[in-house]
């Protein structure tokens, strides 16, 4: 008919965007089209294939061309214990991975390994094996879980003739789970990579001295890989460019130069990034998209296999500049496929408007510090695709008869609301604001954090796009409205405020100080009127304290952020934002003030005491203060529901739900996980949900 003709035309893709979904090939296989999934860790190593499979199988779904597995470790001597790569290390570790390329080929992608070994970046905790590397340098992490009480030692020739057999027993192993390109890491501070850093090679045999010493031992694992697998595999590096394009090169303007030039096609891929881990993943707060050009865009010249870059790329337009513009040949990727691993397919569609773009918050980098499966902030879904089978775009129909209200809009409310919708329910959304959005409104309007809209952005357009969705905004919804209301359920998303509540030496919250120049951040953002000085005190230790700085440093000239901790925002060690935020306040001349608590305040001052020695007081002087510590749930309408309502009384308390910050307050990822599962479980009972969990396999 003419209706489904003229949706055919609106679904088609744009033709803008053919040359993204050009096959690139890469040695002896063939990538259907130019999205590249990039190696990246999700927090499950070796010890949780089934999570890794499922997680890896949406990406190739979603139309990734290729999908890589994470970092895997060669040999008990690249031991990165806590952290969880995945290992071949014998013929008993290919079945987990042959399991993952299953999943991965059965949507025609082609699967990807990262083999590693990481020299004296290991510490070798749990395999207790002395760290090797080319010279016995050790390097030093800024990260204190990673700091190696033992040296590593210098490796000899027969160490070296032992790494080379590694790598080709296990790309002899990974070709045997199925995978179609295998990686050799020449990067991030890993084994190959150390021997190429002069200042971490000082060999003076034929491994050391000259830069076509320092290449030799990546060229000879390059050659035998590709003898021993190079028949039906592509043999990819992946190397971190950074370091050396400081370095001036004999010939050329910069080693790395060289090195590319020196190799060039002896790879069948080039896949090139910064060489420091919290560079790479920097956040949407202090870089933008594709931010790693100047580190790859000299390769292309140098070589005539394809080259790949990261740059948390989510707009179609700058992926094809990429191409056009001879910087990539595939657009690799890591956080926007976690984010949506649907992009490339919505692209293909026409349906660019529904990718559910990154907003680069790095909370995914966290989970891999916690060791733990990957969270993210936009999609609830990674990471519960095979524990809780969740997919990121299918979710089972439900009753549309059901009349469902969800009050409040913020990540949760929003979330829920798009799940019923979407699942074909009957629903009523009210807001009490003029705007959708909640907390995400006025978060993303504090200094670096306007990507942070999307959150609020991606589910706003689909809601308003679903009939069964009705929107009230200016509506603050009472128990006595719901009392009165025919709906089968409803969903308190009512979310949270911060509090003055301070922090005891024990480390608890205990009531702060009555003071008319004390202020919460809801206050600060309401655009309240401060006396100078501004003291901070934070012990969120996360964006809010840090950011709210950086927001108030344009109207005030004296800020002071104090905090019990050894570090400004000290959580973001954990989402690698740290050392950049310090950086900012350094720059912005903001006064810190580490390990310190605030134990009172009058007119014009605050005291505050060590962490350390109590009788150490210290006396700062504050017009202001602004605590950002511990939020309150706003939790009274639904305390009210259960408690004694005519709606609990007659539809029962399980129709009565709370989600997001109103339960416990917490990060957005929270509240739209807790929005995702009530949307998805509220037709079920307990016995009736999923939840699977990987098992260790035992011996025989
Ligand atoms: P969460 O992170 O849990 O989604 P937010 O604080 O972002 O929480 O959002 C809560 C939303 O709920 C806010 O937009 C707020 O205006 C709205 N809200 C709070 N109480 C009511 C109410 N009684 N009726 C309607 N909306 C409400
Ligand atoms: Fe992007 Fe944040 Fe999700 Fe990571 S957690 S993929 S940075 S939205």
Not at 28 to 51: L, S
């Amino acid at each position: 008919t003419w209706v489904h003709f003229f949706v055919r035309i609106m679904m088609s893709r744009n033709s803008r965007y053919d040359i993204l979904f050009d096959p690139v090939k890469i040695g002896p296989v063939t990538a259907p089209n130019r999205f590249y999934q990039t190696p990246h860790a999700i927090g499950t190593g070796h010890q949780m294939p089934h999570i890794d499979a499922a997680m890896r199988e949406v990406r190739a779904e979603g139309g990734w061309g290729v999908v890589n597995t994470g970092y895997c470790s060669i040999h008990p001597s690249s031991d990165d214990s806590p952290l969880l790569p995945s290992r071949l290390w014998d013929d008993e570790d290919v079945r987990e991975h042959a399991l993952v390329v299953d999943a991965i080929h059965r949507h025609d992608s082609l699967a990807g390994i990262e083999l590693y070994h990481g020299g004296s970046s290991c510490a070798n905790k749990s395999t207790r094996i002395t760290p090797i590397s080319a010279s016995g340098v050790s390097i030093n992490s800024t990260y204190p879980g990673w700091i190696s009480l033992t040296q590593s030692r210098s490796m000899d020739h027969k160490d070296i003739a032992d790494m080379r057999s590694w790598y080709v027993d296990a790309a002899r192993r990974a070709k045997s789970a199925g995978f179609d390109i295998v990686y050799i890491y020449a990067g991030m501070s890993f084994g190959p990579y150390q021997f190429l850093l002069p200042w971490l090679n000082k060999r003076t045999d034929e491994y050391g001295g000259s830069l076509k010493n320092r290449v030799r031992l990546m060229r000879e694992i390059l050659e035998d890989m590709k003898e021993a697998i190079g028949d039906s595999c592509a043999v990819a590096i992946r190397f971190s460019s950074d370091d050396l394009l400081k370095v001036k090169g004999e010939k050329m303007e910069s080693e790395a130069h060289e090195i590319v030039s020196m190799l060039s096609d002896l790879p069948d891929l080039w896949d090139i990034k910064s060489s420091d881990w919290t560079v790479e993943t920097a956040s949407a707060r202090f870089v933008g998209e594709g931010a790693q050009e100047s580190w790859n865009s000299f390769a292309k010249s140098l070589t005539s296999k394809p080259v790949v870059g990261v740059g948390r790329f989510t707009s179609p337009d700058e992926m094809v500049r990429q191409i056009r513009n001879g910087i990539l040949d595939l657009i690799g990727a890591a956080r926007p496929s976690i984010a949506d691993p649907f992009l490339p397919k919505k692209i293909d569609e026409g349906r660019e408007d529904e990718i559910r773009e990154c907003i680069g918050c790095n909370i995914c980098v966290s989970c891999y510090h916690d060791s733990v499966p990957v969270r993210c902030t936009q999609n609830p879904t990674a990471g519960e695709e095979w524990r809780k089978d969740w997919h990121p775009e299918r979710i089972p129909l439900g009753d549309s008869k059901k009349k469902v209200l969800v009050v409040g809009s913020g990540p949760a409310g929003l979330e829920c609301s798009r799940v019923l919708g979407q699942r074909g329910f009957s629903v009523t959304l009210a807001e009490k604001k003029k705007e959708l959005g909640g907390r995400i409104i006025r978060e993303s309007g504090l200094p670096g954090l306007a990507s942070w809209i999307r959150v609020r952005d991606y589910r706003t357009s689909l809601i308003k796009t679903m009939p069964n969705i009705d929107i009230y905004l200016d509506s603050p919804i009472s128990s006595e409205d719901i009392n009165h209301s025919d709906y089968d359920q409803v969903v308190i998303a009512t979310g949270s405020r911060w509090s003055t509540d301070i922090l005891s030496d024990s480390g608890y919250p205990i009531p702060g100080f009555q003071n008319n120049r004390i202020f919460t951040p809801d206050q600060i953002l309401e655009g309240v009127t401060l006396l100078e000085p501004v003291v901070i005190y934070d012990f969120d230790h996360y964006y809010m304290g840090g950011c709210l700085a950086e927001l108030l440093r344009e109207r005030h000239k004296e800020i002071t952020l104090v905090t019990p901790a050894n570090a400004v925002s000290a959580w973001t060690s954990m989402n690698n934002e740290s050392w950049r935020i310090r950086s900012r306040m350094i720059e912005l001349e903001i006064e810190i003030l580490l390990e310190h608590y605030l134990i009172g305040m009058d007119e014009s001052h605050l005291q505050l005491t060590s962490i350390y020695n109590d009788s150490q007081i210290t006396t700062i002087e504050a017009g202001s203060l602004i605590i950002v510590g511990v939020r309150i749930a706003e939790d009274m309408l639904y305390k009210e529901l259960v408690a004694r309502s005519e709606f609990s009384e007659r539809s029962g308390l399980s129709n009565i739900k709370s989600i997001g910050d109103c339960v416990a307050p917490g990060t957005i990822a929270h509240a739209v996980y807790s929005g995702h599962e009530h949307g998805r479980n509220i037709d079920k009972e307990a016995s009736d949900i999923c939840y699977q969990v990987e098992r260790p396999s035992l011996h025989i």
